[in-house]
């Protein structure tokens, strides 16, 4: 199939979609945002970056799995997901309670910790009833969808085991067409060799989300840097999202020198590029690139109109700074309660008494502690 048979079938496929009531994506969670990337697609390749506790982990479980995994339950008509999630920072079990945590507050409002639902102290002891909430049918099913769509994937550390992991994957799952391609080694002869022209999933339902947490964790390979790791790592990405249409979704941390007196003293308070760690080429590669900040990190009283004093930790600043889909640079203040990793889109600053109701969110928060 020609390239542009390729690109008219796409097309029509589309439309199609929507003229059957079928999806060509997953709605985007923030309202504000969906001017700019109104849905989640197919193969496209996120990359999420922040500095070390600043909730790129947090942004990017609430996105693309626990808003995915609601989605997916509410209209299994639509959308089957399957994450494979490298989750080489924290354990499976944390995450699945993370789950459970958003799960409890975004159905009752009931805040529990991770911590708080393991019975720390007496102190904090889980409650009869929460606990039979948590077992009841209701909560079990959409715990059991958790762990029948997401696949933890930790033991495979490297750019060669990923790679196996992920092409196996689509490979089980799906069929290839191949191509002749064309080579020359280092003497100027050319060679012919196979490549993929094409993919066809059996399920065309399904959607492959591929999460890396975090990219710095990955372990080099003889004749690797973990620089050089990276670099393989988002070039792979390239091939998931162009030939088998997964969505790659690599967080990786931003270096040290952002937030240091110098940069501080310039204003630089948000992540970009400049500061990426270790591997600075993952943004030529990805589709949208995304930063996620704490601003009352930076020992400053206010930023972007709001009083960091009142908002405090609860506030982070999410920015689409690379989207090669449609407009960039576009900015989203956030309430943020990490204890049930919870996000939502906060007034504008001037709307003080719309802030008021987050304020006294905050205090009761505080108070309890």
């Known amino acids: 199939m020609s390239l542009l048979d390729k690109v008219y079938k796409e097309l029509e496929e589309n439309k199609r979609n929507i003229e059957e009531g079928k999806i060509n994506g997953i709605p985007f969670p923030f309202e504000p945002l969906q001017d700019c990337i109104p849905i989640i697609q197919k193969g496209q390749y996120h990359l999420i970056t922040a500095k070390t506790k600043h909730s790129k982990s947090q942004i990017a479980n609430y996105i693309f799995v626990f808003h995915v995994l609601f989605y997916a339950y509410k209209h299994p008509e639509h959308i089957i997901p399957k994450i494979l999630y490298f989750n080489w920072e924290e354990g499976e079990e944390e995450i699945l309670e993370r789950f459970m945590s ?4 975004i159905k009752t409002k009931k805040r529990y910790s991770p911590v708080e639902l393991n019975s720390p102290d007496k102190k904090r002891l889980l409650d009869n009833e929460t606990l039979e909430l948590l077992k009841s049918k209701e909560y079990k099913d959409m715990f059991q969808f958790f762990v029948d769509h997401v696949e933890f994937c930790a033991d495979y ?30 003497f100027g002869a050319t060679h012919t060799t196979k490549s993929i022209d094409s993919y066809t999933p059996n399920n065309d339902k399904e959607w492959v989300f591929i999460i890396f947490d975090h990219v710095s ?19 792979n990405c390239v091939t998931y999202k162009n030939i088998y249409k997964g969505i790659p979704v690599v967080i990786q941390q931003q270096s040290k020198e952002l937030g240091s007196l110098e940069s501080s003293k310039q204003g630089r308070v948000r992540p970009d590029d400049t500061f990426l760690s270790d591997c600075k080429s993952t943004v030529n590669e990805c589709t949208h690139f995304w930063g996620i900040c704490d601003p009352v990190a930076f020992n400053i009283p206010e930023y972007l ?13 999410l920015e689409l700074i690379v989207n090669r889909k449609g407009a960039a640079n576009k900015l989203l203040a956030l309430y943020f309660d990490g204890a049930v990793n919870y996000f939502t889109e906060l007034p504008k600053p001037e709307d003080t008494q719309a802030l008021e109701v987050f304020y006294k969110q905050i205090e009761k928060i505080n108070n309890k502690k």
């Open 217 to 235: 964790l990955l372990q080099p390979i003889q004749n690797q840097t973990l620089l050089t790791a990276i670099g393989t790592l988002s070039k």
């Open 157 to 186: 550390k490297t750019t060669v085991a990923t790679d196996i992991k992920i092409k196996s994957y689509f490979k089980e799952h799906g069929t290839a067409t191949y191509k002749d391609a064309f080579y020359k080694d280092e």
């Open 102 to 105: 958003f799960c409890l507050y």
């Open 305 to 317: 109109g709001f009083n960091l004093q009142k908002l405090g930790h609860n506030l982070r600043i």
